[in-house]
């Protein structure tokens, strides 16, 4: 199977492209999918797996973020021929404060606007138009809204906190945790993810809408999570308990992976203790 990861050059796509032996569509590769010319290239692909996306959260990036997040989305589905396969990537944070509602979070947790970033709510306007292109060019479609991933270091990109936690343990660092270390969340490697994408493309599923991370097994508190890091590292973490940074929203966050497993017979293989030893294996 034919496969590009569009955003194949950064954290999570890096790996992903690995894996599965993609090809790169990013700006570092010399292609953009605000380019109409450089998107046109997803219809020689079996399978598209759509990483790319601005992250900036900050208020005034937010005509930025709606252009890259949404038009850039909408010029791949346009050029997707019959029959291949789009999956994409979103993000548990469209639920917002309403996942506090819930003790595993299921696909059908409200998304209605509770303060979103411009970033949450691209991704989740962007949902709207994959349903909607894929019916209309007949092509199948999978939008997982992902919990924590988490993957090795790679040059040139940001890493998120569970990268960032492992690095600054490693350099000695010192570190603040939200909320004194007291929320929980799931964590899923990056090679999970990728399983995840094989498993849809291999699926009989025309059109799916799930929840992925590492459910309720893989789901740590970020004081548990600074614990593990040192269990398997031999290092010791250096933290600020005086000065921890504001709560997050939602306070708590595991998956719902009851469709994702019922559908797509897909469950995370990789457990913390091996996936949080390759954040320091070099």
């Known amino acids: 199977m034919k496969t590009l990861v569009t955003g194949g050059s950064g954290f999570l796509g890096t790996h992903v492209r690995k894996f599965l032996g993609a090809d790169d569509m990013s700006r570092r590769s010399g292609r953009d999918i605000l380019n109409l010319q450089h998107a046109a290239v997803v219809k020689d692909y079996d399978l598209v797996i759509h990483l790319a996306a ?6 005034e990036s937010a005509e930025q973020v709606f252009l890259t997040n949404v ?8 050029e997707m021929r019959e029959d291949a396969v789009f999956v994409f990537a979103s993000t548990k944070d469209v639920y917002s404060r309403f996942a506090d509602n819930f003790g595993e979070i299921p696909e059908t947790c409200p998304t209605l606007y509770a303060g979103q970033s411009a970033l949450e709510w691209s991704k989740l306007i962007a949902e709207r138009y994959v349903e909607y292109y894929a019916h209309a060019r007949k092509f199948r479609s999978c939008i997982f809204r992902l919990s924590t991933v988490y993957a090795p270091a790679s040059e040139g990109n940001t890493p998120n906190f569970v990268t960032a936690y492992a690095d600054a343990i490693n350099t000695g660092e010192t570190l603040r945790l939200p ?13 999970d993810l990728s399983r995840a994408c094989t498993a849809f493309a291999d699926s009989i599923v025309r059109h799916g809408l799930y929840n992925l991370g590492g459910g309720r097994k893989n789901s740590l508190t970020l004081f548990e999570l600074v614990r593990k890091l040192e269990d398997v ?8 308990e005086k000065n921890p940074l504001p709560q997050p929203v939602p306070l708590d966050y595991i998956s719902d992976l009851s469709l994702v497993r019922q559908e797509l017979d897909w469950e995370p293989t990789i457990g913390l203790d091996e996936g949080l030893a390759s954040l320091f294996q070099i």
């Open 179 to 191: 909320g004194g270390g007291t929320p929980r969340r799931d964590l899923l490697h990056v090679d």
């Open 54 to 59: 601005d992250l900036d959260k900050r208020p």
């Open 71 to 78: 038009e850039g989305t909408v010029n791949l589905l346009r």
């Open 233 to 240: 590292s031999g290092l010791q973490a250096v933290v600020d």
